[in-house]
Structure formats: structure tokens, C-alpha cells
């Protein structure tokens, strides 16, 4: 039964995933999957993304089981992350016509693992919608009374996304040289389009929580 009760909440923080990467995210990962060092870079971005996104969730874990066990109602806490998701799709919107490739990308062909590991670090956790994303995350399962392991999901997840262009130029070496700058294209016009699909998404999902 326990199981049960934990599949919802599961289904509803996975989607997040795509607001995880969506945008400079993947963009750096496909840009590190054809740098000098494409493979200790890939690597190297992926463990900071890994190490800030749980250090985030746990923190913002642990701070919301203090507060249920303070007697903080489960409609609380869904009325926060609501409120964090109408601020994450009010930014990707009004940020839409600037939402291009920062200028540092452009010397990630020469990016050295040190550099990937902080920018996997800073990118994946302090990026105004990755931090809020994953604020809402711990916050939703501390709400939900799930266990702490019950984020795993989400992050191996959103890891596999990320590795995702080095795994493919690992399968399928030059063909995928080729089509990892169009899918970058690709992600460069539509990354927020993407972004505000699954957050409205998610907002109805949570307006269901605190509706229902």
C-alpha cells in the first residue's frame, strides 16, 4: 500500500524533469559532448549536477519535514510549490525573446573537467527555474509524506538526460556528430515553449491537490 500512495507523487515530480533541462542545460551537455575532452567533461558536468541537485532537494526535504511535523498542512505546502511554478512560467515566458546561448558557452569546445563540474554545479542548481524546480520537488514529498529516496527518480533522471548526448556519440560515434548540432538548433528555438508546456502541466496537477 505504501507503494501506492507514493506513485502519485512520483508521477507528478518526474515531468519536472524537462524543466530541469530544458534550455542552457542541454545545450551545455551537447555542447561538452563534442568538446577536446568530451568524455571527462560529459562526466565530470554531470557529478556538480548531480551533487547540487540532491543537496538542494535534501535541504528543502529536511526543512519541510520540520515543518509538517510543526503542524504545517499538506494544502500549505501545495499552495508553495504552486506559487514556485507560476514564477518559474512567468520567467520562461518573459525571458522567451532573450532565451539564447550566454556568450560563455562558446568555449565549452575547450572546457576542462574542472569547469563542466562547476557549471554542472551552478547551472543545474542555482539556474533561477532549476532552483525553484527543485525547491518544489523536496517540498512536494515532504508535503506528500514520501521518503527521502523517493526523489532518486527525479534526479537519475534528470542525469539521464543530461548524459544523453555523450551516450548517443558513444553509440553511434560520427552519425551522431552530425545530429547533435540540429537537435542544439532545435532546442535553442523551442527550449521554452518545452519549459511552459510541462510547467502548466504540473500547475494543474498541483491545482487537483489543492482543488480535490
Do not use: H
Request: net charge neutral; with cysteine.
Amino acid at each position: 500500500m505504501q507503494c501506492l500512495s507514493i506513485a502519485p507523487s512520483l508521477l507528478e515530480v518526474l515531468p519536472l524533469v524537462v524543466v530541469m533541462v530544458a534550455g542552457p542545460q542541454i545545450l551545455s551537455a551537447i555542447f561538452l559532448s563534442t568538446s577536446d575532452e568530451w568524455r571527462r567533461n560529459s562526466a565530470a558536468f554531470v557529478a556538480g549536477a548531480a551533487l547540487s541537485i540532491t543537496l538542494i532537494i535534501s535541504v528543502t526535504y529536511v526543512l519541510g519535514i520540520g515543518a509538517v511535523g510543526q503542524g504545517t498542512s499538506n494544502t500549505t505546502f501545495s499552495a508553495i510549490i504552486l506559487v514556485v511554478l507560476l514564477v518559474a512560467m512567468i520567467y520562461t515566458y518573459r525571458t522567451r525573446a532573450t532565451a539564447e546561448p550566454p556568450t560563455w558557452m562558446g568555449k565549452l569546445g575547450t572546457a576542462t573537467p574542472q569547469f563542466s563540474f562547476r557549471l554542472g554545479f551552478l547551472l543545474l542548481g542555482f539556474f533561477p527555474t532549476n532552483l525553484l524546480t527543485s525547491v518544489a520537488v523536496g517540498s512536494y514529498l515532504a508535503a506528500t509524506g514520501a521518503r527521502w529516496v523517493d526523489a532518486l527518480p527525479f534526479v537519475f533522471a534528470t542525469l539521464l538526460v543530461l548524459g544523453t548526448p555523450a551516450l548517443v556519440l558513444l553509440a553511434f560515434g560520427e552519425r551522431a556528430e552530425a545530429a547533435l548540432p540540429k537537435a542544439r538548433n532545435w532546442m535553442e528555438t523551442n527550449s521554452w515553449v518545452v519549459n511552459e508546456v510541462v510547467i502548466v502541466f504540473f500547475i494543474g496537477l498541483s491545482l487537483s491537490n489543492l482543488l480535490g
